[in-house]
């Protein structure tokens, strides 16, 4: 989207409703464009056009009335504009979502009950705000800050709450002791590596050669031609939660600059003391827009470590459903890198141990964040895990959106179902599973599978078994 004169905005404004028009995920893309949008956007006046009442026709008695414009578009768009709105909240003036609200809640006879939904969780989103400092607060942190003799552990108590932005001739121009004392310098960024996989029994035994590969890594040094760029972004990420508009051209260079001079391993170090895992669901599509903008595309090692740093803590860590933005962030991830997403986040959501906010979050992922030439990207992952409720349905999913599985990944879960069929002789889920493979992949059966399937069906509990057993007996006349 380019700048455009003043006269001409009513043209970008048809234009970007077509584009919210086109489909339910189109939302995402309107904030991809903006993203690349110079100048200041016309929210006021698309605020105040959506507000306009115009007479408008009763369906029922042809009896004239005044809507708003906005409640003359097709109740899709409706939903659409709105879900845009609350994806680019931290964009858009307050006082004009306030408007639209009040507009939408004024006419409540005539608007879609889901919309009024979106208008009040978007209304929420505007009155969050920072609570403000005093002296009967700052008084009790300074005394916790200081433990005896010691230094104050939280540099930033005495700063003001709206954090001014620093310059990067200030931060090159100040001592090696100050440096010290503010935090790590640039060039010990890469101290550690955070390990990407959970700890194994082998790996626990080799600690002393752990410690020596951190001793190793501390030699590893910052390429120079990034190391302004690197200050520039710790400046960014710091006043990310006061104004996300400061992510401007000059944020997308210096990414772009450090994701091209460095290798993995320099990459994971600095994002990580960059503090990129710590960014809120917003912060993080709005990250996710610049990576999808840049070019060329990221390497494989690279989309993994990013994968592993953006999203796998925080779905991890879910306890409450997936916010709309994270989701969103996902999906902007998965248009370039889809496997990397899928190699780390699938694996250890589906573990035993987690609960089902994270299998739902995984259901959500196929249906919502990936395309449907990506989903084959999903069975290796699944494989790797023990057949269980969580990973049925998953499987489950895949299979009914026809989802393609090579050869060898198909042998394989059916040598899983075969082996889990005792523990799951009671799950209907898994008969299901059975019954969409005898239907939907006959043209991978070969006659070598259909022993494992009669052991599978041989176990089963449920109410189904004799539907699956006559879906065999035709399977089985088929191929032989």
Request: glycine share 2%; hydrophobic share 40%; proline share 5%.
């Amino acid at each position: 989207m380019e700048c455009t004169p003043a006269s001409n905005w009513e043209e970008d404004f048809q234009r970007f409703l077509r584009v919210l028009d086109s489909g339910p995920l189109e939302s995402i893309t309107a904030l991809s464009g903006l993203q690349s949008f110079q100048g200041p956007f016309f929210w006021k006046k698309i605020m105040e056009m959506l507000c306009t009442e115009k007479p408008s026709s009763e369906e029922s008695d042809g009896k004239l009335t005044l809507k708003p414009a906005l409640l003359l578009l097709p109740v899709n768009l409706q939903r659409n504009i709105f879900r845009f709105l609350n994806l680019s909240i931290s964009l858009v003036p307050h006082n004009c979502v306030r408007l639209l609200v009040k507009t939408v809640n004024a006419k409540k006879g005539y608007v879609d009950a889901w919309l009024l939904t979106l208008s009040r969780m978007l209304l929420a989103e505007t009155k969050i705000q920072k609570s403000p400092s005093s002296q009967l607060i700052m008084k009790p942190l300074q005394s916790l800050c200081h433990f005896g003799n010691e230094r104050p552990k939280l540099g930033w108590l005495k700063q003001d709450a709206r954090t001014t932005k620093r310059t990067w001739t200030e931060d090159l121009d100040e001592s090696p002791l100050k440096r010290k004392e503010e935090g790590p310098y640039i060039n010990k960024l890469c101290l550690e590596i955070p390990i990407m996989e959970n700890e194994t029994p082998s790996t626990a035994c080799n600690k002393q050669k752990v410690k020596t590969s951190v001793k190793a890594e501390r030699t590893l040094q910052v390429p120079e031609t990034i190391k302004l760029h690197i200050t520039r972004l710790r400046e960014l990420f710091h006043v990310e939660g006061e104004s996300l508009q400061s992510w401007d051209d000059t944020f997308h260079v210096d990414l772009k600059e450090l994701c091209q001079s460095c290798n993995p391993e320099q990459l994971q170090c600095i994002l990580s003391s960059l503090g990129v895992e710590q960014l809120s669901s917003q912060s993080l599509l709005q990250f996710c827009c610049q990576l999808h903008s840049m070019s060329p595309d990221l390497s494989f090692s690279q989309s993994l470590v990013l994968a592993n740093l953006l999203f796998r803590k925080k779905v991890l860590s879910l306890t409450l459903s997936a916010s709309r933005p994270l989701l969103a962030a996902l999906s902007m991830f998965c248009m370039k890198y889809a496997r990397s997403a899928c190699n780390i986040l699938i694996e250890p959501l589906l573990q035993a141990e987690t609960g089902s906010l994270q299998i739902d979050f995984v259901c959500r992922m196929m249906t919502e964040c990936l395309q449907l030439e990506q989903l084959s990207l999903c069975f290796g992952p699944i494989l790797k895990v023990p057949l269980c409720e969580g990973s049925l349905s998953v499987l489950y999913i895949l299979l009914e959106k026809q989802a393609v599985i090579s050869c060898s990944e198909f042998e394989l879960l059916l040598i899983s179902l075969c082996q889990s069929a005792d523990n799951l002789s009671k799950s209907v889920l898994f008969s299901k599973l059975l019954m969409a493979i005898m239907r939907k992949n006959q043209s991978l059966i070969l006659p070598s599978h259909l022993v494992l399937l009669s052991n599978a069906i041989h176990c089963n509990q449920t109410f189904l078994k004799k539907s699956l057993q006559g879906a065999f007996k035709r399977l089985q006349q088929n191929i032989t």
